[in-house]
């Protein structure tokens, strides 16, 4: 069975930090573009970060660079998510992703239930 599964979600206080983790099972993530996004309460999923599998190139949404990032660990089949200065605004549901290609950006496909990122004092 092929999966993304996402980790490492929880409650933090703005300007703290989490690592969320999307590990893959059943297939080997090396040859893939690996994206997060994220949706919060009421909008829409928006792309958060991506890396490439062809030269390790990163993306970033204006509204998180210099705080998230990106990498991966081919080794252990997983990407993660580092994130600090944490904002309230930073709230939702993060999805990892592959759309089969290896470079970003990447389009979003559905892939599992995502981890919970919750941002409040």
């Known amino acids: 069975q092929l999966q993304l599964v996402e980790s490492g979600g929880g409650l933090v206080q703005p300007g703290g930090s989490l690592r969320l983790s999307c590990a893959a099972s059943?297939?080997?993530?090396?040859?893939?573009?690996i994206g997060w996004f994220r949706q919060a309460p009421g909008k829409e999923r928006e792309g958060v970060s991506c890396?490439?599998?062809?030269?390790?190139?990163?993306y970033y949404a204006d509204s998180v660079k210099g705080r998230f990032t990106i990498s991966r660990d081919n080794a252990k089949n997983t990407v993660y998510l580092q994130m600090n200065s944490l904002k309230p605004e930073d709230t939702g549901v993060y999805y990892c992703?592959?759309?089969?290609?290896?470079?970003?950006?990447?389009?979003?496909?559905?892939w599992g239930q995502g981890t919970q990122v919750t941002v409040s004092s």
């Open positions: 992703s592959l759309d089969g290609g290896s470079s970003c950006p990447i389009s979003y496909n559905y």
């Open positions: 890396i490439s599998s062809s030269d390790g190139s990163t």
């Open positions: 059943g297939f080997t993530l090396d040859y893939y573009a």
